[in-house]
C-alpha cells in the first residue's frame, strides 16, 4: 500500500492547513491512521492518530487544542486540519498506517506500530 501526503506549504503563524493522506488502494484491515512530522535536525516525532473503525483520536501535548485528525471511510482518506500554525511546527509531515491484525504492539503514538508510510509534505510556518 502507497500513502500519499498532501497539502503543506508555506503560510504564517496564526494560518491554518489541511492535509490529506489517501492509500493506493482500499485496504480494509487498516486499524489506525497516524501523521508524524521530522523537523530539520530533528527526531521525527508523533503529531496525532486515529483509529480507523471506531475514530478515536490521540494527540502530542503540542498540538492539543491546535489540531484535528479525522477520517473519511467514503473517500479513503485521513485529514490533519491544523490550525493556529507557529514556527515551531515547520517540519515534514508524514502519515503512516498500522494495517497488522490485532491489537497494537508498541502503542499508537510509536513509529514501529505503523507498517506503511508516505513520502511526507513539507509545511513551512514564518513567524
Known amino acids: 500500500v502507497q500513502l500519499q501526503a498532501s497539502g503543506g506549504g508555506l503560510v504564517q503563524a496564526g494560518d491554518s492547513l489541511r492535509l490529506s493522506c489517501a492509500p493506493s488502494?482500499?485496504?480494509?484491515?487498516?486499524?489506525?491512521v497516524g501523521w508524524f512530522r521530522q523537523a530539520p535536525g530533528k527526531e521525527r516525532e508523533f503529531v496525532a492518530t486515529i483509529t480507523w473503525r471506531t475514530g478515536v483520536t490521540y494527540y502530542a501535548d503540542s498540538v492539543k487544542g491546535r489540531f484535528t485528525i479525522s477520517r473519511s471511510a467514503a473517500a479513503n482518506t485521513a485529514y490533519l486540519q491544523m490550525n493556529s500554525l507557529k514556527p515551531e511546527d515547520t517540519a515534514i509531515y508524514y502519515c503512516a498506517a498500522d494495517t497488522t491484525l490485532g491489537s497494537p504492539t508498541y502503542g499508537l503514538s510509536h513509529s514501529k506500530e505503523y507498517d506503511h508510510w508516505g513520502q511526507g509534505t513539507l509545511v513551512t510556518v514564518s513567524s
Open positions: 488502494e482500499r485496504t480494509f484491515s487498516t486499524y489506525a
